[in-house]
């Protein structure tokens, strides 16, 4: 038995409903070692390696909440984050402004979080009302034989009925070293480890130009979009910046708001950004 059998696993897995082009640019903006992968149609998933949420005092209920949230700020595609520790299991669901929400079980699987998460997850991810919300309901009840990571296996075995498929390997509940070992055999697997600015600029808003939103990455639109979100984020820092300091109630969401904040303002310029250089080619 090694020295570390005793430890009980830990990880994270982001998925998202979206394909990895549109994935990639925001997810390196996050800045943290991760692995992106297709995981099923209009699907990927983001596998972080250990040593990007492993900080002193950070619970993975809370860097999953504060990731879901700033991958979705900048487009309207949801993200259900999956965590697993010591302290049990749970996610979170977010999808842009709308507020993030997320249902937490113990270690032995008994369900303690919000109910109207498991709403949000059926809305949000538009699964049927009537099965996968059976399914959902389940999920909810006493189970003597569920523990916490059973009970996020049985979350991603729902997903699958929306086309969710993360591969093999990947499995709810593994270590996190497991899990990226299992994600870098993937096909098409590819770490979103920040690439520099001219890198992003030049990469992922050419790879959004290409996109259906081809019109919102260039010209009018795209101006209008950037100088947005660039004051959105502004706005976010500030006012985060002033609850934190104010510390009033909710304090735990300051840091999910800030890290929003950012993605914005990074967002926001890499439009402008890639606009000025694209007329720059177009003039010379």
């Known amino acids: 038995m090694s020295a570390t059998d005793h430890i009980p ?59 879901a949230h700033a991958l979705t700020v900048a487009d309207n595609w949801p993200v259900v984050g999956l965590w697993w520790d010591a302290d049990g299991a749970g996610f979170v669901v977010a999808a842009g402004f709308r507020r993030t929400v997320g249902h937490t079980w113990l270690p032995d699987g008994t369900p303690l979080g919000e109910e109207e998460a498991l709403t949000a997850l059926r809305t949000r991810l538009g699964l049927d009302p009537v099965l996968d919300g059976a399914a959902l309901d389940l999920l909810t009840r006493p189970d003597a034989e569920a523990d916490g990571a059973a009970r996020v296996l049985g979350l991603a075995a729902v997903l699958a009925r929306a086309g969710l498929q993360l591969g093999p390997g990947v499995v709810p509940g593994l270590a996190a070293g497991r899990l990226c070992e299992a994600a870098g055999a993937l096909p098409g697997a590819e770490p979103v480890d920040w690439p520099g600015w001219r890198a992003a600029v030049c990469g992922g808003l050419g790879a959004a130009e290409r996109g259906a939103l081809g019109a919102w990455t260039r010209g009018p639109r795209a101006r209008a979009l950037g100088t947005a979100e660039v004051a959105a984020g502004v706005a976010l820092l500030a006012w985060s910046r002033a609850g934190s300091r104010g510390g009033g109630g909710g304090g735990g969401a300051w840091p999910g708001w800030r890290t929003a904040g950012v993605v914005l303002v990074a967002d926001g310029a890499l439009t402008l950004l890639y606009d000025r250089w694209r007329a720059g080619r177009s003039a010379s």
């Open 9 to 67: 696993a830990a990880g994270l897995l982001l998925l998202c409903r979206a394909a990895p082009d549109r994935v990639r640019p925001v997810a390196q903006l996050l800045r943290r070692p991760m692995l992106l992968a297709p995981a099923g149609e209009g699907w990927s998933v983001l596998v972080p390696a250990a040593e990007s949420w492993r900080e002193a005092g950070t619970h993975l209920a809370a860097v999953a909440g504060d990731w």
